[in-house]
Every structure is written in C-alpha cells, then in structure tokens.
C-alpha cells in the first residue's frame, strides 16, 4: 500500500511535535508527512520576551523548521494556508494545491485586540518570532543606552504571564533613569488566569515595586494612538512605544465561530473524520476545565495524543481520548529571578529560573529525539 500523506498545517509546538512523534512511531513507514508554516522557525515561544528586548539573542530561541522537518523525515512548505478544500482533500497554499489524505490543523493563535480601535495597528506584538523580533528593533531605535538619551516610557498593555515576563525582561535590560515601564491592565490583578495563586501574585508585586514598574489592575483601554494610551473616562498614557500583551484568539482553518477548529476528544474533526486539529488551534469538546487553554502545554501534549491516534486509526486499534491537566506554571522576571508553581508546589528566585531553563532545554531534546525513542504505543 502506498503510504499516506500526512499534511500538518502549522509548526509549532503541536505541529511539529507531531512529525518528530510520527517520524519516532511510524517504523512501516505508512505515511508522508509534509509540514506548512508561513514562519522559517521553529520557535521556543516562552523565550519570545527575551528576543522582544534583545534581539540578538534570537539564536537561543530558534530552530530552522527545516531542520525539524528533515529530522522527522517530513517536507517542508514555507507558506502560509491560502484555502481548504475540504470536500476534495486539498489544501492551497504559495500559489499551489496540495492533496493530503489526513489534514493536521495546527496554526496555533494570533494576538487578540479586543475589537480596541488602533491596538493593531499602534502597538507591537509579540507572539511569534517575527513580531518579537520587529518589537525588539523597535526598542533599540529608541537609543536608550546612549550616552545622554532622554528617559522613554513603554506601556505594556496587559499583565497576564506574557506582560509580566516582558516587562520584567525589559527592567533587567533598562534601568529605571533610562525606561519608565507601565502595565495596563483590565482585571483587577495581575496574572488573573494563572495557575499561580495570591503568594505568587504578591511575590511579582514586591518585584514591581522593588523595580519601579508602575501596574494599573482595573483600568480599561478604550483605544491605541500614535504615541498613546486612552483609557476610560478620558484618561491617557503618553509613550514612546505600545507593546501589545492583551491576549491571544484561535486562529487559522476554523469550524467554530471563534475561529478554531470543533475536534472530539480524540482530537479528531466532527465535520471531517480525515482531519485533526492539535494545539491552540483546536476547540475540543471536553467537560474537563483546561480541555481548551492556549498553552503552550496543552499544546505538547496534543502532539503526543494526535500521533498516537494516527498510528493507531492507521493499524486498527481505538483512538484515545484527550485528558490535559496542567502541570503548572512558572514566571520568569528577568534571567534570574522566577516564581512558579508545579504540581502544587510553590518555586520563587533563582532556582525557580533555572528550573524554567532546564525545562525548555528538555522540550528542544525531546523534540530532537533524546527521550521520543522511549515512546511507545499502549493497546
């Protein structure tokens, strides 16, 4: 029989994670497996505020999304979708048609601007690579380390995990005589959806404070403009830049309203057997209370379920339901300093950081095949 091709539309966390777990499970060599993502990278996203102050550390963030797709033994379009043809298994994208016999909707998430007139187009992002990259640029020009340069405010629109980690980045960067960081937000506390509980909230606070990073919990922003934030009640913040941290929206080949794909439990699409969806992308319907956060957790472990559900529809045996339960959370305030919590433990300073780095290195590692030989496929 002719293998199968596999097309995963998206390189992320999900979509690449399941052709390193297909290259690993699929020793007949049953399927071929093409990776489609508008990005050259693969990107290590809880690194993102790193690059988005000092973009010369990209090489630390980054994997060439070739390089993964060689090692998964998969190819690799640099294109991002066009259009789906359900119907008649095809997918259009750079111009051209590509049949699949099953389709892997994996396009992650994309910047939520709330319907806030000027957020889009009056602040940066940075939730992929490229945005970071241009955030980071962004806050060099400003030439806050000459000698001589005036102080310069940047307001952080948001202060859920990605404001924090941001902001902190940019203090450790950029003392308080050279930035002014301001952080916007609209709940009435910091981190607001996080598994981290009051003491993990009050340990950033004291950072705050210790760090002169000014947070305004309970404020609403009712529009961006060049070189302002206007809030409620016709107050503003006059800024040198806007960098948007406000929340991330489904995004991509999408059947619900929200633009996510509706997968069963299985992962699989109720509109369409021969197409699953993994990650950010997905909108599983599942009673479990985190079926359906945009973590990059969750989106590690759809990886693994979605492979494992190819290579088991492939040889007969039933597909497995998706159980997520997060493992926990941790922060990172700058390069050294972190605070967390796994498993119900609490972590905080420098141990806690290292314990965030070594965590991602473990990710790279697997991704590249240290611990995916071990996988194994359960009847």
Request: aromatic content about 6%; some cysteine.
């Amino acid at each position: 029989m002719a293998p199968r091709t596999v097309l995963i539309a998206g390189g992320g966390y999900a979509g690449s994670g399941i052709a390193a777990k297909l290259a690993a499970l699929d020793a007949r060599r049953s399927f071929n497996v093409v990776i489609l993502d508008p990005s050259e990278f693969h990107v290590v996203k809880t690194r993102l505020h790193q690059i988005a102050v000092e973009p010369e550390r990209d090489i630390l963030i980054r994997i060439p999304t070739r390089t993964l797709a060689d090692f998964a033994r998969a190819d690799f379009i640099n294109s991002a979708v066009e259009k789906v043809d359900f119907k008649n298994r095809r997918i259009f994208a750079n111009g051209s048609g590509y049949d699949w016999d099953l389709l892997v909707v994996a396009t992650g998430a994309e910047p939520n601007y709330f319907g806030i007139p000027g957020a889009a187009e009056h602040s940066e992002n940075i939730l992929s690579y490229e945005a970071a990259m241009s955030c980071g640029l962004r806050i060099k020009s400003l030439g806050m380390n000459k000698r001589g340069a005036s102080k310069k405010r940047i307001a952080v629109c948001g202060a859920g995990l990605l404001g924090v980690e941001f902001a902190a980045q940019l203090r450790q960067r950029y003392g308080p005589k050279k930035c002014e960081i301001v952080i916007i937000e609209k709940q009435e506390r910091i981190i607001a959806a996080s598994q981290c509980g009051d003491a993990q909230r009050d340990y950033i606070s004291a950072f705050f404070k210790r760090e002169n990073i000014k947070a305004l919990t309970g404020t609403t922003i009712s529009k961006l403009s060049p070189g302002r934030v206007c809030l409620e009640e016709g107050k503003h913040i006059d800024c040198d830049l806007t960098v948007w941290c406000g929340g991330i929206k489904r995004t991509g080949i999408g059947t619900a309203a929200s633009g996510g794909l509706v997968v069963d439990p299985t992962l699989v699409c109720r509109e369409h057997e021969n197409v699953f969806g993994a990650g950010d992308s997905a909108l599983v319907s599942s009673p479990l209370p985190n079926a359906n956060s945009l973590t990059a957790q969750r989106a590690i472990y759809h990886a693994d379920i979605a492979a494992k559900n190819i290579i088991r529809s492939a040889i007969g045996l039933r597909s497995r339901a998706a159980r997520y339960k997060p493992k926990g959370e941790l922060i990172s305030l700058g390069d050294f300093d972190a605070v967390g919590v796994v498993s119900g433990a609490a972590f905080y300073g420098s141990a806690c950081a290292a314990a965030k780095k070594a965590n991602e290195m473990k990710y790279i590692s697997t991704l590249f095949g240290t611990a995916i030989n071990h996988i194994r496929i359960h009847r």
